[in-house]
């Protein structure tokens, strides 16, 4: 991987233009969030139901996982280093193909991915790991309900606020993710657990049984990846984002990918894949089965605190989306409008927390997961076919560039994971149909918006 500028034309670095937005995120500050918006609902919550999947070798489909991470990560670093801006991948997809209803759909299916993950952690919230702490009383779509409206109420207030919230709660899963590998060491110190597990596979014993549970599990894993496209999102509010988006997303991905394999080892090593998928707590289970005297309620807290933080960067990343497509007229620009003092996209913020709230009302915890890592899979094909096609587009400072068969495998990798061949259920191609049908619905109205206006 190679740093190279594409032209010699003198132009400013775009990390010294000054927009609307607050530039309020230093490069230490990038690399916890984008930690911290890996990091979360997915290895907390879908564990237990991966292991359903592929068994007892559960550490695999998160290596698989990890590896088509990393492909696409690279033509992110190449593009948010190239156009700054925070539409991200809808930014990218315009500029390459330069049709506007592919922009729109691929913009909306990303703002959707967001939401199906922030409303995958308000599930998360509500289950296992809440009941710990007050038994079954509570009803969990109210609370999965509240919960977004908080977090909504917290974005409003600054992007400051936000990611200092982020940065605490990164702080808080980490430790709970520490405390389950200390305990794995303890574990495999003692001579406790099932090294056995690990090579085990869920299937019928035919070739091609295994081949599809180890694609559909690495699909419903491949939810613990997401995130990292969210902070492309956040290029206009982050301090020289040319210089600092590199380091931190290739950071953030290494450091998540290796915890989440490790994590994966010693969940299987502990815990029986069946008890795992039967729980929506999964790491609890695992915590209670340790040998090690670690308060139950206590990591249970910690859980929520992870889940917390999925929950606001992805309220963060799609409200800042929104922003972003009204800015350039892919969305009514009543949804570029800021909060007057806080400099908050206001309009966005309440749009996609009212989506949410539509979610959350609607799905539980594995087909929201599943759902949000199959749009981002589609998502991303677009994207690396993208990177390449841009190459004939220079511009006039030196950014990331990514060897071209990083992008291409990372296609590949992309559309087999969203094919049939990872065997998902039928409710999770519904869902996302449904989603990009109401996308299509809303590119009609703001279609006739403008044309009325005289500006299309």
């Given at each position: ?8 034309t003198a132009s400013p670095s775009p990390s010294a233009e000054e927009g609307p937005l607050r530039r309020a995120i230093g490069p230490k500050l990038l690399i916890l969030f984008v930690i911290g918006d890996i990091l979360g609902t997915g290895i907390y919550a879908t564990t ?125 899963e980490l430790t709970g993710l520490a405390i389950i590998l200390a305990i794995g060491a303890y574990a495999v110190m003692s001579g406790d657990g099932e090294a056995s597990r690990l090579t085990e596979f869920e299937s019928d014993g035919s070739g091609y049984a295994l081949m ?245």
């Open positions: 991987m190679t740093t190279s500028g594409t032209s010699t237990g139901k991966v292991a359903g999947k592929v068994g007892g070798a559960l550490w695999l489909p998160f290596a698989i996982g990890f590896v088509v991470a990393i492909l696409t990560a690279a033509s992110y670093v190449e593009l948010v280093g190239k156009y700054p801006k925070a539409a991200g991948a809808a930014l990218y997809t315009q500029k390459a193909f330069k049709v506007p209803f592919l922009t729109f759909i691929i913009a909306f299916m990303v703002m959707c991915s967001g939401l199906s993950s922030a409303s995958a952690a308000a599930r998360a919230f509500s289950g296992d790991y809440l009941a710990e702490l007050t038994g079954d009383a509570l009803p969990p779509t109210l609370i999965a309900i509240t919960f977004i409206v908080l977090l909504a109420a917290l974005n409003m207030r600054g992007v400051s606020e936000s990611v200092k919230t982020n940065v605490v709660l990164t702080l808080v599809t549970g180890v694609l559909g599990a690495t699909a419903l894993g491949f939810f613990a990846f997401v995130g990292f496209e969210d902070s492309v999102n956040m290029a206009e509010e982050t301090k020289d984002p040319v210089r600092t988006f590199p380091r931190a997303i290739f950071i953030g991905v290494a450091v998540t990918g290796t915890i989440y394999v490790l994590v994966a080892m010693v969940s299987s090593l502990l815990v029986d894949s069946r008890t795992l998928e039967g729980s929506s707590g999964p790491l609890l289970e695992v915590v209670k089965a340790g040998g090690v005297d670690f308060p139950h309620k206590l990591f249970a807290l910690i859980a929520l605190f992870a889940v917390t933080n999925s929950a606001l960067i992805n309220i963060m990343m799609a409200s800042r989306l929104c922003y972003g497509m009204a800015n350039e007229r892919i969305l009514p620009r009543a949804m570029g409008r800021v909060l007057s003092g806080r400099r908050t996209p206001v309009v966005g913020i309440v749009f996609v927390s009212l989506l949410a709230i539509g979610l959350v009302s609607t799905g539980e915890i594995e087909g929201l997961g599943d759902t949000t890592a199959f749009l981002l899979l589609c998502v991303f094909a677009v994207v690396n076919v993208a990177v390449l096609v841009l190459r004939r587009d220079p511009v006039g400072h030196k950014h990331f560039r990514t060897p071209t068969v990083l992008p291409v495998l990372g296609a590949v990798t992309a559309l087999v994971l969203a094919s049939p061949l990872a065997d998902r259920p039928a409710e999770v191609y519904i869902r996302a149909g449904v989603l990009v049908a109401i996308g299509v619905a809303l590119w009609g109205v703001n279609k006739v918006v403008l044309r009325a206006r005289g500006e299309d």
